[in-house]
């Protein structure tokens, strides 16, 4: 199985301030068709998950634009730019490139 | 608009069968690419995947839980079922089913709590 390695394990940060949140592959993600299916996936308190990035960097419909994913290989990294107060919650890095899919253990971002 | 909504018994006594049953609605799983999975989440734990179906048929699992699920799916009825045998403590969890598109989870249902207790 493919281990997804997430850092830091919380993260507390100011209102409008940045925060980066890493994740790292047992194994490249890079699929023999050349994608790299590595999601971000942001789960606020007592919700489902919700994706907000997949391959890499491409955001989803609807999600904000300071959200920004970057990486490759191994190593991956999610990006708010100006952190909001609804931005508070747990963030998973998730891969899609091998079965079993398999998940970060989450980052909880909470406001300082 | 798509939905997906988990639903099945809130308790089971452990070595009891769980089945859980994932009704959705605003696609077709017999479109190519398109699958629906299942998640689980203990309480205050990360994400935990299980299992995937597509609409051919084509199944896929966890390898450490394979010997104790099923994922079948009834595509007249927009749904997908997943069967867990003998059901331990430790699978207190929410499990939940997701659809599956361009190689990302992309919706989620609300999740369904099971508690595994005697």
Redesign the interface.
Same mark, same amino acid.
């Given at each position: 199985?493919i281990v997804m390695t997430q850092t830091p394990v919380s993260s507390p940060v100011t209102l409008g301030q940045p925060a980066s949140i890493s994740c790292r592959s047992s194994q490249s993600l890079v699929h023999s068709d050349g994608?790299t299916?590595l999601?971000w @996936?942001q789960q606020r308190p007592g919700q489902?998950?919700? @994706?907000l990035i997949?391959?890499i960097s491409s955001r @989803?419909s609807g999600v904000p634009d300071r959200f920004s994913g970057s990486g490759a290989g191994t190593d991956f990294t999610l990006k708010i730019s100006r952190v909001e107060a609804e931005d508070v919650g747990v963030y998973?890095c %998730?891969q $899609?490139t091998q079965?079993?899919? %398999?998940? $970060?253990? $989450?980052t909880k971002l909470e406001i300082k | 608009q798509i939905t997906l909504r988990e639903s099945g018994p809130t308790l089971v006594k452990p070595t009891q069968t769980l089945t859980l049953t994932c009704t959705f609605s605003g696609f077709s799983l017999t479109t190519s690419g398109v699958a629906v999975g299942w998640i689980r989440q203990p309480p205050g734990k990360a994400l935990e995947w299980l299992a995937l179906i597509y609409g051919n048929d084509n199944k896929r699992y966890s390898p450490s839980l394979n010997s104790r699920l099923t994922i079948t799916k009834d595509t007249s009825k927009n749904q997908v079922v997943l069967t867990m045998t003998d059901m331990d403590p430790v699978d207190t969890a929410t499990y939940y089913c997701a659809h599956r598109e361009n190689w990302s989870y992309d919706y989620w249902g609300q999740g369904a709590l099971v508690t595994v207790s005697s």
């Open positions: 199985d994608n299916y999601s @996936l489902p998950p919700r @994706l997949n391959k @989803l998973y %998730t $899609g079965f079993p899919h %398999t998940f $970060g253990q $989450g | -």
